[in-house]
Every structure is written in C-alpha cells, then in structure tokens.
C-alpha cells in the first residue's frame, strides 16, 4: 500500500530528477540531494536555477549549503492548525519529514474517533510533529528523544501551533531506558509511535542496529501497554528494509497478544512537474479491531 502526502499547502515537491528534489517551504525554494531519485532530470527549469538554497554534497562525505539569496535563521510552515519552524540544518535536513503528515492525518483520526482517554508515547520523537498531532487530537502525550536540541525544538512548536496547554510531558533520554524504566513504574499507554534510526549509540556506547533490536526493543514496549492499546505505529527510513518485514514483527507481537488489523507500506510525497510519486520511507500500523 502506498501513503501518500497529499494534503499540503505550505509545502510543495515542485520537481525531481538526477538525485535531487526541488521543494518549496513556505516561501522558500530548497534544493537537495535524495538517493531514491536515480532517474534523469528532464530539463533544469529557471526554478531549479533560483532555487533559494542547494546542498551540495562533499566527496569525502557530509556537504554544505550554497545561499543565493540571505535567508531568515528559521521560518514557520503550517499543515492544518499545526506550525512548525523550518530551518536548514548540516545535514540537509530542514527539521521536518512532510510525507509524515499522511502519518498525522491517520493519528489524529484513530485517537478522535476513541472516544475515551488517550496516553500517546511517542519514542525517537525528533520535533515533534506525531507528537503534535497527538495533542491536537486531544490524547495526553509523552515525547522521548535522545537529543536535547531536537526536543526544544519540539516544544517551541508547540508553542508555535498554540497548544502548550496541552498535556505533553519533554522527555530527553534514552529511549530504551526510559521504556525499561516505564516497565518497573507500571506506566501504561493507549498507543505506541516510534521512528527508529538505522544505526545510534546509548549514552554508555551501547549499539543499537534496526535490523537486531527492534524485535525485542518492541516485546519491552508492548509490558507498557495498557489493556485495550489503541494502535502501534512504527515508521522507518532504514534503507533496504520492507513494510513486509515491519508487519510480519507487528504480526508476531501485537497480532498474536492483541488481535487487531495491520496494514503497511510505502510513505510518499506527490511530485507536481511528473504526477510520480517520491517514496520516502516504510512504515506498519497496528490498530484495535473496531
């Protein structure tokens, strides 16, 4: 199944081709390297050419960004009620995965339509869209990341889409212990998102690999469900892996505790100059059998 994000108005995948995306933030024009796009770029129109700002990429690794034009340090896009900041960063990134909104939309729609009490815990919560959209709906939300800088960012969007009032507990920590912690509380929650990376270090130097860990890393999620759990969502951008493979663990945990229904696939983002669709990522839904 593909997931497709295509309900933006502040952000728009203008054009793609010869490993680069064209996109416009807002007001601002972006370009920048993808690896999924290895088909040819048609023609180099003038909006490819005034693109605002272009990362180039380094031989020896990494890349910077080239300005043509002096940029604001950071800017607000909206989706829906929701606004977040928008700021190039080293990597490329600009602190915001727009194809997630085909996450959100799904998230606010499961927790409205409950019509009880909701506790979300969003793990590797990054700036806090899921975590946004969460609250937004009306469920009581704890935000986990490792990085301190990416967590302040998350609540100055929260500040930003007027919902600080909210219930949203910003957690910086481990998220592999703050869920072993979790455990030995008793806490329970409705429903469980995660964004694993690939590869990541502990504060101690613990690995972590997707492909070894995510297993048992959500057998320790699931002691910290509550009885009726809502849904289990767990994105990724590990390259290589399948939906298949993130719905076959769903299936093997969740499905066999829970019962419930599990749909997977592709997350994309519609391109305007092509009518294609760019996949940028996988991702598997549990759900509560309604």
Known sequence: MLFIADQWKDYELIDTGSGERLERWGDVLLRRPDPQIIWPLEQETNKWKKADAHYIRSETGGGHWEFRKRLPERWTISYGEMRFYIRPTNFKHTGLFPEQAANWDWIIEK???????????????YTGGATLAAAYAGAEVVHVDAAKGMVGW??????????????????????FKFVQREIRRGRKYDAIIMDPPSYGRGPKGEMWKLEENL?????????????????????????????????????????MRYGGKITSGEIGLPIQASRLVLPAGILARWEEEV
């Not at 927790?111 to 590797?124: G, Q, S, T, Y």
């Open 154 to 175: 998350a609540k100055e969007n929260l500040r930003l889409s007027g919902l600080e009032e909210k219930p949203v507990r910003f957690i910086v920590d481990d998220v």
């Open 111 to 125: 927790i409205r339509k409950a019509n009880r009490p909701i506790h979300v815990l969003n793990l590797f919560a």
């Open 215 to 255: 297993y048992p890393f959500i057998l320790s999620c699931m002691e910290i469900l509550s009885d009726e759990p809502l849904f289990f969502l767990i994105n990724s951008y590990t390259t290589g892996l399948s939906p298949t493979v993130l719905k076959n663990i769903l299936t093997l945990t969740m499905t």
